[in-house]
Every structure is written in structure tokens, then in C-alpha cells.
């Protein structure tokens, strides 16, 4: 009798147990299903997509190429799949190839970062066959319990949005060319009108032709504008380095800026840390960039504010420091600060003139001498901008056209 019961109580176990085992192994494989779906799942957004998608692991090999990456780059995934990506695709800015470290790929392993390359970064990927074709592409890291552990790059062809923008420069570049000699016509005729020896005019006249002269010279400077932004965006343009004293250069752009300055009264303070030794810099565009940033300076501070300029040397970079103690930039406007024809809501009520140019065409002038251009701004209390250069200077560049000519 009882080995009767402990038989049927161990027959009971016994069926628990294998309950529980069956429960867990039905439970397991329906997990292992539901994982390889979603593993599809990806595989087959990935393939179906209509950018290049590649993934590299932290030795920038080829882990994973999609079949549009493969149709853009003329390779198969059996080919590209466990190659060094940076030796199997060179990348170019223009013409110039981009060496190993300043890859994006490179730079988003080490620091973790998102790479985003836009148009006007003027990237190139050249396939094997030959072919350069201008991408536009986005670098991220691929994390893991929070390491980097590879990259996944996702990026396309963009040969026909640079044709686009191409012509739009062109067209800029054509307008503003045929505007030029009607303006120089009505400036030279409107002094003219106003010099006494032509005869004399009433007050209400004379009037009339100041008015058309400070007209016609803000538009001499909207065509000049768009002119050098067509020149830098064009690719056309000239780098021609100079061994450069950057304190001088500063001391002869703000000579210009005299008169201006002296209207209102403000107080100007320009340093350096310490003895800079000449860098090669092209003194034409880096002018340009220090002169609209000092403009802006002048123009967006109230009377008797404060300007400073201070140069600096950090690692192997060269920082300029422009702060003033003027209007300041509205936190919610920041981020449209470099875009073309931007204009903050506070500078207009102050200042009507100004066609939004200036800090577009610095921050081009800036990053195509390989430097950075950044801000920090409160309203009401003032902005500073820096911007850096390599300590190495800028490398010189063959062009047709060079700033204001
Ligand atoms: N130092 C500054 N303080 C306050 N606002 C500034 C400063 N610098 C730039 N801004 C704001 O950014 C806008 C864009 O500046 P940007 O130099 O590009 O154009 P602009 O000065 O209006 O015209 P221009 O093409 O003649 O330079 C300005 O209109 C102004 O609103
Ligand atoms: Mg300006």
C-alpha cells in the first residue's frame, strides 16, 4: 500500500516536472522564432532600402553591405564583405583624398558620435571601376551595452542634388554679374547728381539722390555677397597662403572699420596670449572672416558697448575669440545663426540693413580652411564667437576667382 502511494506521488512529480520542461522548451523556441522573424525582418528592410547601408566592426572591416551599397560602390556583398573599408573605398573632399584619421568612420569610432556629411561638404566615394560620384551620408556608432562596437553607415549618391545646386550657383553667379554694371552706372551718375559742379539741386532733391546712393551701396554689397558665396560655393576659388601675422591682420581690418566704430563710441580691446608666430593663411579670406565678424560686432552692440578680440593657441590650433556686449542672439533663433539670409528678430528693430550673408559666407570661409566656427549668445548681454584654424595654416589651392574681384 504505501509503495502504492509513493508510487503514484512520484508518478505525480514526475508528470510536474516534464509539464514544466515541455512549457519551457515551447517557451524557448517560440523566442527563437519570434527572434529569427525580426531577424528577417531586418534583413529585408536593410536590403529593400534605397540608400547603401554598410556596417563596420572596430577594426573597419566590412561586416555587412546592402545590395543598393553594393550596386553603388560595383561590388558584391561576397567581394566587399571582410576588406578594410577605408583602403576598399577612397573618399575625397574635392580633389583631395581623405587620409585615414579624418575618415567619419574613423572619427565616430573614436568618439561616438553621429557624422552627418551634407552637400556642401563636397564628399566623394571613387568605386574600383573609376567612378567618383558625390555622396551625402550619415555615420553612426553601433553600440552594445553601451560600447561602441562597430558603425553603421547609411549614405547615397547625390550626383543629381549637386548638379541642381550647381546651376542654382551658376545662376546666382550670372545674376549677379549682369547686376553689377547697372549698379556701377546709377552709383557713378548718382555722385554725379550730387557733386555741385553738375549744378545745383534743391534740398528736397538732394534729398532724393542721398537716398538713391545709400540704396544703390546696399545693393554694390547684397551683389558682392552673393557673388563670393558663389565663388566659394563653386569650388572656383583661390587659396593662396601667406605667412600672416594674425594680430596685424586684425589691426588693418579694424582700420577700415574705424569710422564706423568711432560713430558709436565703443570701447575695443584686442589681445593675444601670447607672441603668435606667423601662420599660413590666405589674409584675403581670413580678412573677410575677422571683418564680418567685427561688423557684426559693431552693429548688433549698443553705443559705448564693449568689443574684444583675443587671439589664442590651443594644442595645434589657432583660436580667434570675437565677444561683444551688444543685443544677443534669442535662444530659439540660435540655430538658424549660419543659415543664408537669416536675420534675428531683436537685429532687425535695431538694424535695418544687413542681408543675413555675412556669418554664411565666414562659416564657409572657416571650414574650407579646415577650422571650426562656433557661438554662445544671451539676449540682452551679448555674443562671442570663436572660430580656429590649423596651427599647419591653410594648403594652397589652384582657382579661377578669388573675394571681391
Ligand atoms: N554679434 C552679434 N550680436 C547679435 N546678433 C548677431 C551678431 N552677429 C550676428 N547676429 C545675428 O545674426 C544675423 C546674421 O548675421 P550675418 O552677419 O549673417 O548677416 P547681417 O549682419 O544681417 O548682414 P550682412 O550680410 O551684411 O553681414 C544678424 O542679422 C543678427 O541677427
Ligand atoms: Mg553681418
Redesign the pocket.
Known amino acids: 500500500m504505501d509503495i502504492l502511494v509513493l508510487g503514484m506521488v512520484f508518478f505525480i512529480l514526475l508528470a510536474l516536472v516534464i509539464g514544466v520542461i515541455i512549457s519551457r522548451v515551447s517557451k524557448s523556441s517560440k523566442l527563437e522564432e519570434e527572434l529569427r522573424e525580426e531577424k528577417e525582418l531586418t534583413h529585408a528592410i536593410v536590403a529593400s532600402m534605397g540608400e547603401g547601408v554598410l556596417v563596420l566592426d572596430t577594426d573597419y572591416d566590412i561586416k555587412l553591405i546592402n545590395p543598393q551599397a553594393e550596386k553603388l560602390l560595383e561590388t558584391t556583398a561576397k567581394e566587399a564583405v571582410g576588406q578594410k573599408w577605408a583602403e576598399f573605398v577612397k573618399a575625397y573632399v574635392g580633389d583631395q583624398e581623405i587620409t585615414f584619421d579624418k575618415r567619419s568612420s574613423v572619427k565616430t569610432l573614436a568618439s561616438g558620435e553621429i557624422k552627418i556629411t551634407s552637400i556642401g561638404d563636397d564628399h566623394y566615394y571613387f568605386t574600383r571601376s573609376g567612378r567618383k560620384f558625390p555622396i551625402v551620408a550619415i555615420t553612426a556608432p553601433l553600440k552594445r551595452e553601451g560600447k561602441v562596437v562597430g558603425v553603421v553607415k547609411v549614405f547615397r549618391d547625390a550626383t543629381h542634388e549637386k548638379e541642381i545646386d550647381r546651376m542654382k550657383t551658376d545662376f546666382i553667379s550670372l545674376a549677379s554679374h549682369q547686376l553689377r554694371t547697372p549698379l556701377s552706372a546709377i552709383k557713378w551718375f548718382t555722385e554725379l547728381l550730387l557733386d555741385p559742379a553738375a549744378g545745383t539741386l534743391t534740398m528736397e532733391q538732394q534729398g532724393y539722390a542721398a537716398k538713391i546712393a545709400v540704396s544703390t551701396d546696399r545693393m554694390v ?1 547684397l551683389v558682392n ?1 552673393l557673388l563670393n558665396i558663389s565663388r566659394i560655393e563653386s569650388g572656383r576659388i583661390m587659396i593662396d597662403p601667406k605667412p600672416t601675422d594674425l594680430l596685424e591682420l586684425v589691426e588693418s581690418v579694424i582700420s577700415e572699420l574705424k569710422r564706423k566704430m568711432d560713430t558709436k563710441g565703443h570701447k575695443f580691446i584686442i589681445n593675444t596670449i601670447d607672441k603668435l608666430a606667423p601662420i599660413p593663411v590666405d589674409p584675403k579670406l581670413i580678412g573677410h572672416v575677422y571683418a ?1 565678424l567685427i ?3 559693431i ?2 552692440t549698443q553705443d559705448r558697448g564693449d568689443i574684444s578680440v583675443f587671439i589664442s593657441k590651443k594644442n595645434d590650433e589657432i583660436i580667434s575669440q570675437i565677444s ?1 556686449s ?4 534669442p535662444v530659439n533663433e540660435q540655430q538658424k ?1 549660419f543659415q543664408r539670409f ?3 528678430s531683436n ?1 532687425i528693430k535695431h538694424v535695418t540693413e ?7 559666407l565666414v562659416k564657409a570661409i572657416v571650414e574650407s580652411s579646415g577650422g571650426k566656427i562656433w557661438f554662445k ?1 544671451e539676449e540682452g548681454k551679448g ?1 562671442t ?1 570663436w572660430f580656429s584654424l590649423p596651427i599647419a595654416g591653410m594648403q594652397p589651392k589652384k582657382g579661377e576667382v578669388s573675394l571681391d574681384s
Open positions: 554689397s555677397s564680418n561688423d557684426n560686432a552693429k548688433y561683444d551688444g543685443f544677443g542672439i545663426l537669416f536675420r534675428a537685429a544687413g542681408s543675413g550673408l555675412g556669418l554664411y549668445s555674443s564667437f
